[in-house]
């Protein structure tokens, strides 16, 4: 943004951040901006503001940023009618597509310790924020991300055929506790998501923001980069905190609720996690899992034979698309080798006609590992 000394952000940020580690941002009540971001659906965002106008706190306690991610001028000025109406709400733009710019955007612009990440198609429940800083305040030092509960708004019903475990490819999370991230406190695999998920600001900033190859744009389906940022957050010696008292609700598009959708999402996904490795600086994870991938997905390659809108063989068919996404992932930056195993390799995975995923930038918005960081706290 303009304005802004990026590099004198990156000082305050680390004084800020040592601080923190310190335990001395304590004993005050943290101050927070609510961040949300939208891509031309001005009537989701117009319930989500609705959701922030009653709460609990009172107005006067938070600000809201909305982001206009490369919306349409109809878009544009739908929102700014909107936001006109909330005193403490204010409307920025982002002509770079993908909601990491949009959240990196909305970060820069907020002054104040956290920010508060809701989805444009989210509602804060009414006491939403006085939660938040409950929790925090029950942290000495306060935590670097912590993620709640996100419970469904069904737009249409959940589909007979669509597998129990891949409720949260939805981003629904409904488990009941609280504790640490990546400990034996909270179920394996449980993870922040953007939906619903709080952020300190300073060290969110030092750190680089949101990796903006990840995120959803350009008709990709990429994720993870919430979690990316909860992890690295984590491993610099923040806690990374789940408190099912933090609740949003998730209005579930109609227009998920198909086969089309699922496989696309999974496939993504797979790919998704090969990058946020790399990311994290564990490529070697990406190698030790790709042989087992390899073998799924030669195993359930016949139910990729079925109609794209079939919901015959769903269990395999999903299990097919996350191994596609992986391979060719963990194979994109490999295309210069000339090896006869890289060829038959390539080969292999491009015979069904699946898009090979672009090379990716992985080192951008992600930084490198910094050896000089603190053992983190779990």
């Given at each position: ?5 990026r ?54 306690r ?8 490369c ?10 009618g ?17 909601a ?106 030092e ?6 190859r ?28 789940y408190?099912?008292?933090?609740v949003v ?33 564990q ?51 490999e ?26 930038d ?17």
């Amino acid at each position: 943004m303009q304005g802004h000394d990026r590099n004198g952000m990156r000082d305050t940020a680390s004084e800020a951040a040592r601080l923190a580690r310190a335990g001395r941002q304590t004993g005050r009540v943290p101050s927070i901006t609510v961040c949300l971001v939208t891509h031309n659906r001005p009537h989701y965002v117009r319930s989500c503001l609705d959701s922030l106008r009653v709460q609990t706190v009172g107005l006067d306690r938070f600000d809201v940023i909305v982001v206009d991610s490369c919306g349409t001028p109809e878009t544009g000025a739908a929102l700014r009618g909107m936001v006109a109406t909330l005193p403490n709400a204010r409307l920025l733009r982002v002509d770079r597509p993908g909601a990491s710019a949009a959240r990196n955007m909305g970060a820069e612009d907020s002054d104040r310790d956290f920010l508060a990440y809701l989805d444009d198609d989210a509602l804060a429940m009414p006491d939403w924020l006085e939660r938040i800083q409950e929790v925090i305040q029950e942290h000495d030092p306060w935590p670097g991300v912590i993620g709640g509960k996100v419970l469904p708004v069904w737009e249409k019903p959940l589909p007979d055929w669509w597998p129990e475990s891949l409720r949260g490819v939805l981003s629904i999370i409904d488990w009941e506790g609280r504790g640490e991230f990546r400990t034996k406190a909270i179920p394996a695999g449980l993870e922040p998501y953007g939906v619903n998920m709080v952020v300190q600001r300073l060290p969110l900033l030092e750190m680089g923001g949101f990796a903006d190859r990840l995120g959803r744009f350009a008709g990709l389906l990429l994720s993870d980069e919430d979690v990316q940022v909860g992890w690295k957050l984590q491993d610099r010696g923040y806690s990374a905190w789940y408190d099912s008292r933090l609740v949003v609700r998730h209005q579930i598009q109609a227009t998920r609720m198909n086969p089309e959708w699922l496989m696309k999402r999974l496939y993504w996904q797979g790919a998704s996690t090969v990058a946020t490795r790399r990311m994290l600086g564990q490529p070697e994870q990406v190698w030790r899992e790709f042989p087992r991938r390899l073998v799924v997905e030669m195993l359930t390659s016949v139910a990729g034979l079925l109609p794209a809108s079939s919901t015959r063989l769903v269990p395999l068919r999903w299990r097919l698309a996350y191994a596609q996404g992986f391979t060719r992932m963990a194979l994109a930056n490999e295309q210069k080798k000339r090896s006869l195993p890289g060829r038959a390799l390539r080969a292999l995975i491009r015979r069904d006609g699946t898009p090979i995923v672009p090379v990716m930038d992985i080192g951008a918005r992600a930084g490198v590992p910094d050896p000089a960081r603190p053992e983190a706290r779990r």
